[in-house]
């Protein structure tokens, strides 16, 4: 089955300055990569997503690139702020087939921390 | 819509108690996820359901874990006996099937259940 692997685990930066996650992914059936995001305490919920026809999508200060040939998918997070402080977690899908279909592999998950 | 519910919110029991987790799904959506969540394991797939029919139970842990879903809008988990390292918070998830324009891989999680068992 599909292999979600991300990085780094933990990551801080200073408010205002850049954010960036990255992960990669095995199976080139996979057409979908959501991004959750989780703060303490609560459940993950979606940020935003791709889908394999699209290489970039962009909501105000987060946006998520896609390469399909690397099978590689990234989070950017700008301008960063305290709020944004939180678990990430990236995920792919089982692609639009098979025994597989519907369900979401997870990454290990990202703990950033931006200080004031 | 309330979203996906869960109860309880939080569960504390003792070791071989007998532990029932509920979720309510949102309505229309057809596939139910089952995960836990730890510090050690991070976010783990149990078991998922599609029109309340099993898909995968390869992640649920060993016989002490068992999942039903005998209507649309309800499922359980049930670990007995509970063991200390049981202890997670365990999240229902579900989603909207295909072809609605929805992404409809999006998984909506619920509020989850900490269960504590000591």
């Known amino acids: 089955g599909e292999n979600v692997e991300q990085h780094p685990s933990t990551l801080s930066v200073q408010e205002g300055d850049s954010a960036v996650i990255k992960c990669t992914y095995s199976?080139?059936?996979?057409?979908?990569f959501p991004w959750y995001k989780q703060e303490l305490g609560k459940r993950p919920q979606l940020i935003i997503d791709?889908?394999?026809?699209?290489g970039e999508k962009k909501d105000q200060r987060i946006a998520v690139t896609l390469n399909k040939t690397a099978k590689h998918f990234s989070l950017h997070i700008t301008e960063t702020q305290p709020e944004d402080s939180a678990v990430y977690f990236c995920a792919a899908n089982g692609g639009d087939r098979g025994s597989t279909l519907g369900r979401l592999y997870f990454g290990r998950g990202t703990q950033l921390t931006v200080w004031p | 819509d309330a979203g996906v519910i869960q109860s309880p919110r939080h569960e504390v029991t003792e070791m071989g108690q007998e532990v029932t987790l509920r979720c309510k799904p949102i309505?229309?959506?057809?596939?139910l996820f089952w995960y836990r969540q730890t510090m050690m394991r991070g976010l783990e797939l149990l078991i998922y359901f599609n029109n309340n029919v099993p898909i995968d139970d390869s992640g649920m842990p060993e016989d002490r874990f068992s999942a039903k879903m005998p209507n649309a809008s309800f499922s359980t988990l049930k670990i007995q006996p509970s063991e200390p390292r049981d202890s997670a918070v365990y999240f229902c998830a579900s989603s909207l099937p295909r072809p609605f324009e929805v992404p409809a891989d999006e998984q909506f999680f619920g509020p989850g259940t900490r269960l504590t068992v000591l």
């Open positions: 309505s229309g959506h057809d596939y």
């Open positions: 199976d080139s059936a996979s057409n979908y």
């Open positions: 791709i889908r394999s026809n699209v």
